[in-house]
């Protein structure tokens, strides 16, 4: 039983690699700004970031399908925070996330992750679980020294809500009230969950996760 991680993030990566699993990448394709759009200016948080893991996870099961890969889990996220209600994903640009730091330095927000766990056989969906976990994130009133640097670094430019904890970012991070692995993008004590859900184990994702990280494990 192979893992499929439907994300390019290398921070999702180290996640699991860390915690043993050799993942097979496979991005998906999902157009995210019209998928939000569909869903309408009145969905909950929680339901939009779901969503959107739920079609990446989707997405990446029919191209492995059609690849002939039979019998796997798929494994898509999606994190954004949420500020007062109002979601916040990557800013793209320096100014954007720079009013995005000077809204929320010193202030509390949610760090929202959406997940789906898909198990295929035969080339199908056999079973699914999707479920959103969320954790509190204070944070710290860097300087304008400080903020100018981290933001030339391009680093928040590239992440949901603006910043990381595992990397530069988390020097302004307070302190956080939930799971840290969620916040970095994939909450492992969820995906625990949601596989067992699905009927696959940890034990069974470590016995088959190749050791060889030079191995191609794309599809």
């Known amino acids: 039983m192979r893992l499929v991680l439907a994300s390019a993030s290398p921070a999702r990566l180290s996640v699991l690699r860390s915690a043993g ?3 097979i990448v496979m991005v998906s394709e ?3 700004d019209a998928l ?3 869903l309408g200016p009145d969905a909950a948080p929680e339901h939009v970031v779901t969503e959107l893991a739920r079609a ?3 997405d990446v099961s029919a191209r492995v399908a059609a690849a002939g ?3 796997v889990v798929i494994v898509g996220c999606d994190s954004m925070l949420s500020i007062g209600g109002e979601l916040q994903g990557k800013p793209g640009t320096v100014d954007r996330a720079r009013d995005r730091w000077k809204s929320m330095a010193g202030r509390s927000a949610s760090l929202l992750t959406g997940h789906c766990v898909i198990r295929t056989r035969r080339g199908r969906v056999d079973r699914e679980a999707a479920e959103c976990s969320g954790t509190v994130v204070h944070f710290a009133s860097p300087s304008e020294a400080d ?5 030339a670094s391009s680093e928040p430019l590239k992440v949901a809500g603006a910043f990381t904890l595992d990397s530069l970012g988390g020097w302004f991070v307070e302190r956080i009230d939930g799971d840290p692995s ?6 492992l004590p969820l995906v625990r969950r949601l596989l067992d859900t699905v009927g696959v184990g940890i034990a069974e994702l470590w016995a088959d996760s190749p050791t ?4 191609d494990l794309r599809f």
């Open 56 to 58: 990446k996870a989707h």
């Open 147 to 151: 903020l100018e640097a981290y933001l």
């Open 182 to 187: 969620s916040v970095i993008g994939i909450g």
């Open 69 to 71: 890969h039979s019998d």
């Open 21 to 23: 699993i050799e993942p």
């Open 212 to 215: 060889d990280r030079n191995l």
């Open 36 to 38: 939000i759009a569909d």
């Open 30 to 32: 999902v157009d995210e």
